[in-house]
């Protein structure tokens, strides 16, 4: 049976209640909507979920709301890596629990400049301590976020200890020619693009599809991408070009606060404004910016 993640895969916003805690009403309601515009999967609590402005009861709790509320738990790619490897044993023995069994995993980013030694070992402790066949692990590679990128060398010797639990890699930092090298040196291994444009690229090299923030907003033109790459046809790169222009779109000003701005005006619900500081909601000025900038764009 092939464990390997593919097609498009959404990097939830999480919405927020007036205290700043996640609403979790509010995330159920989203992740349904995402599947119905043609998701794959929700990538809930990484990098665009704001995950590590959470605590791991926060995270936990999410978690357990999405399976409960009927969200199958093999839709769901929770992120479970954080700097204390105890923490990230932690979230990943519950997600396994809750019936989730792949999850997307940030090396640890505290400490910079660590070896490939010190890298494979704290993976490989993980893998040890959760000691569990179900689990998949998608390694998560965000340099410009993390400091610490995830090298070859380390993926080669991950794969070969582990071939059956390190499955593929969500590749956020931009660098298409390192996505296409894994392509080409790992076999039985999904490489994900983490930036939406990438997308059709990355699946005529043979990638395995993406998890990417604009997916929230645009998630119905990813997964017309993911099933018709192959076609070449108008439809196609009218469907690639408003992914790009959405992607510009959300990047003009801060990414997460640019998404829940728009999530917010597509939706009219205020509240997908918040954000847990340290990150900040945009000021009205851009949001305005960005109303406009969406009301100019031909339909």
Partial sequence: MDIRPKGVFCAALTPLQADLSPDQDAFVQHCRHLLSEGCDGIALLGTTGEANSFSGGERKALLEAAVAAGIAPSKLLPGTGVPALTDTVDLTRHALSLGVNTVVMLPPFYYKDITDEGLYASYSEVVQRVADPRLNIVLYHIPQMSHQPIPHAVIARLKAQYPQTIVGIKDSSGDFANMAAMIETFENFAVLAGADPLLLPLLKKGGAGCITATSNLVARDLAYVFAH????????????QRIIKARERVSRFPQIASLKALLAHETGR??????RPPLLPLPPENVDALAIALAQEPA
Wanted: net charge negative; proline share 0%; aromatic share 12%.
């Fill in 270 to 275: 205020a509240g997908w404004h918040r954000l």
């Fill in 229 to 240: 790459f192959n076609d070449g046809d108008a439809a196609l790169e009218a469907a690639q």
